[in-house]
């Protein structure tokens, strides 16, 4: 059997095989944050499809950490139950399910908490202030509430938790000199920029036990003058792996980032420009063996194939290949290896902005000419 398709572990964690579905805003939940029945269909559909393990969309931990509309929320007990009923419908159709669990930052939207975002310092865009500097008190809270947040994400049946640390989001800007410019225990030195993280992790693992995997998604680099680099990165991932990390998943860039260098890029990938990480993560595997999952413009089974054959990364991560064939991983199992359809388009966000959940419309337009 090919390697790719082996079942593998991560901690306790079976997976059939080494596609991950990488963490996708879906604009399915309500406007309160609860999940809803579409969104369960679409982690069921992913897990029909053959996707080893499913990440969802991020689950904001503090109602000050929402970053967009009809997201998924996991800041109080309430929303465990419609969480329940999503994780085991994924269980009985032979998937395997993690909550990524993420607070935004500077990046968080006052639209929609009614609440003044906040950071480790204050980020100024364009002479306008984005947040404002987070207390000492602030963090500790903070941390109680990743914990509280990844409890909740056990009770409701997920098997494991991601940490956000990526694409700005609030524990990259701890991590980053380009967003931290404190001077107190939380800035400075890469130990004091990851106190927080790291505390976050030790407080998570105390509530959910050795066996529950935690994992974290983190830049490979934030490509920002005084952001993270790739062996910045390798450092603070030697760290984790310390502290009993499961699994890393890297990608990188920021909405600060150079447009051609952000997180979701624009327009159609060619082959030879797959996997934009690739040579952060071979530096990475060089160094640290915790598992690691890479997303990033990876568009054709061959591609993939070769990035676990060559020991680059142990898992494969796409997102946008599957809002348009959740049924991917089937299909190149069966042996029909053609390259995702995804044209990188990024039109499949706009639906989810209004509340009608992400879907792929460059696929519609294509069907609707076929008819006309």
Same mark, same amino acid.
């Given at each position: 059997?090919?390697?790719?398709?082996?079942?593998?572990?991560?901690?306790?964690?079976?997976?059939?095989?080494r596609?991950?579905?990488?963490a996708?805003?879906? /604009?399915?939940?309500?406007?309160q944050?609860?999940?809803?029945?579409?969104?369960?269909?679409?982690?069921?559909?992913?897990?029909?499809?053959?996707?080893?393990?499913i990440?969802?969309?991020?689950?904001?931990?503090?109602q000050?950490?929402?970053?967009?509309?009809?997201?998924?929320?996991?800041? @109080?007990?309430?929303f465990?139950?419609?969480?329940?009923a999503?994780?085991?419908?994924?269980h009985y159709?032979?998937?395997?399910?993690i909550a990524?669990?993420?607070?935004?930052?500077?990046? /968080?939207?006052?639209?929609?908490s009614?609440?003044?975002?906040?950071?480790?310092?204050?980020?100024?865009?364009?002479?306008?202030?984005?947040?404002?500097?987070?207390?000492? +008190?602030?963090?500790?809270?903070?941390?109680?509430?990743?914990?509280?947040?990844?409890?909740?994400?056990?009770?409701?049946?997920?098997?494991?938790?991601?940490?956000?640390g990526a694409?700005?989001?609030?524990?990259?800007?701890?991590?980053?000199?380009?967003?931290n410019?404190?001077?107190?225990?939380?800035?400075?030195?890469?130990?004091?920029?990851?106190?927080a993280?790291?505390?976050?992790?030790r407080?998570?693992?105390?509530?959910?036990?050795?066996?529950?995997?935690?994992?974290?998604?983190?830049?490979? @680099?934030?490509?920002l003058?005084?952001?993270?680099?790739?062996?910045?990165v390798?450092?603070?991932?030697?760290?984790? +792996?310390?502290?009993?990390?499961?699994?890393?998943e890297?990608?990188?860039?920021?909405?600060?980032?150079d447009?051609?260098?952000?997180p979701?890029r624009?327009?159609?990938?060619?082959?030879?420009?797959?996997?934009?990480?690739?040579?952060?993560?071979?530096q990475?595997?060089?160094r640290i063996?915790?598992?690691?999952?890479?997303? /990033?413009?990876i568009r054709?089974?061959?591609?993939?194939?070769?990035?676990?054959?060559?020991?680059?990364?142990?898992?494969?991560?796409?997102?946008?290949?599957?809002?348009? +064939?959740?049924?991917?991983?089937?299909?190149?199992?069966?042996? +029909?290896r053609?390259?995702a359809?995804?044209?990188?388009?990024n039109?499949?966000?706009?639906?989810?902005?209004?509340?009608e959940?992400?879907?792929?419309?460059a696929?519609?337009? @294509?069907?609707?000419?076929?008819?006309?």
């Open positions: 059997m090919e390697k790719i398709f082996e079942i593998s572990k991560i901690n306790n964690l079976e997976l059939q095989n596609f991950v579905r990488s996708t805003w879906e /604009g399915m939940a309500d406007e944050g609860f999940c809803t029945d579409k969104l369960s269909r679409t982690m069921v559909n992913l897990a029909k499809g053959g996707v080893g393990l990440i969802t969309g991020h689950l904001y931990v503090q000050v950490g929402q970053a967009s509309p009809f997201q998924l929320a996991i800041y @109080e007990d309430k465990i139950d419609e969480l329940k999503m994780t085991d419908e994924v159709a032979g998937g395997k399910i990524q669990i993420a607070h935004a930052g500077c990046q /968080g939207s006052a639209k929609m009614g609440l003044e975002p906040v950071g480790p310092s204050v980020l100024q865009v364009n002479g306008k202030a984005l947040c404002r500097e987070m207390t000492t +008190e602030e963090i500790n809270v903070l941390i109680q509430d990743f914990t509280a947040a990844a409890v909740r994400a056990k009770t409701a049946g997920f098997d494991g938790v991601q940490l956000h694409h700005g989001y609030l524990f990259n800007q701890f991590l980053s000199g380009f967003y410019k404190r001077t107190d225990e939380y800035g400075g030195s890469l130990q004091n920029r990851m106190r993280l790291l505390a976050t992790l407080a998570i693992r105390a509530a959910v036990g050795d066996t529950f995997p935690i994992m974290i998604k983190l830049n490979s @680099e934030d490509f003058d005084g952001g993270l680099t790739r062996e910045d390798i450092d603070i991932a030697a760290i984790l +792996e310390k502290e009993g990390i499961d699994a890393i890297y990608s990188g860039g920021t909405i600060q980032s447009k051609k260098l952000v979701v624009v327009g159609r990938i060619e082959k030879e420009n797959e996997a934009f990480y690739r040579e952060a993560a071979a990475y595997k060089k063996k915790v598992p690691l999952l890479l997303v /990033g413009g054709s089974f061959e591609t993939a194939e070769a990035v676990i054959n060559e020991g680059i990364a142990d898992y494969i991560s796409m997102s946008r290949p599957f809002i348009r +064939e959740p049924e991917l991983i089937n299909t190149w199992q069966s042996g +029909e053609s390259p359809a995804c044209i990188s388009c039109a499949c966000f706009r639906p989810g902005v209004k509340g959940g992400i879907y792929c419309v696929k519609e337009k @294509e069907e609707q000419k076929k008819t006309d």
